[in-house]
Nanobody, 123 residues
């Protein structure tokens, strides 16, 4: 069993920055990839970023590439999402998730999810 707890969300003006954190329970954190997704009401949960087990590989969709950075600290069982140059369209609930296998871009490849943290970007 893995528990994931996100933090760091909030209200920020367009152009600003936020850093989200996701703390994971368990001793095997360093053995699996992690991802971030986001969701707005009425829409599908959208892939935002992923990172390999050792941090050596990262993945982003074009919508956030160059603005968001995912990182991890395996000693702290924590994954981060640094978000810069935020836009109103980045407003969503952000979720971290544990990757179980398969494409990191697909929601179905993740088996444990956090409760989400709200990010609101005002124009």
């Amino acid at each position: 069993q893995v528990q994931l707890v996100e933090s760091g969300g909030g209200l920020v003006q367009a152009g600003g920055s936020l850093t989200l954190s996701c703390a994971a329970s368990g001793r095997t954190f360093s053995s699996y990839a992690m991802g971030w997704f986001r969701q707005v009401p009425g829409k599908e949960r959208e892939f935002v970023a992923a990172i390999s087990w050792n941090g050596g590989s990262t993945y982003y969709p074009d919508s956030v590439k160059g603005r968001f950075t995912i990182s991890r600290d395996n000693a702290k069982n924590t994954v981060y999402l640094q978000m810069n140059s935020l836009k109103p369209e980045d407003t969503a609930v952000y979720y971290c998730a544990k990757h179980r296998g398969g494409s990191v871009y697909v929601r179905g490849s993740y088996d444990y999810w956090g409760q989400g943290t709200q990010v609101t970007v005002s124009s």
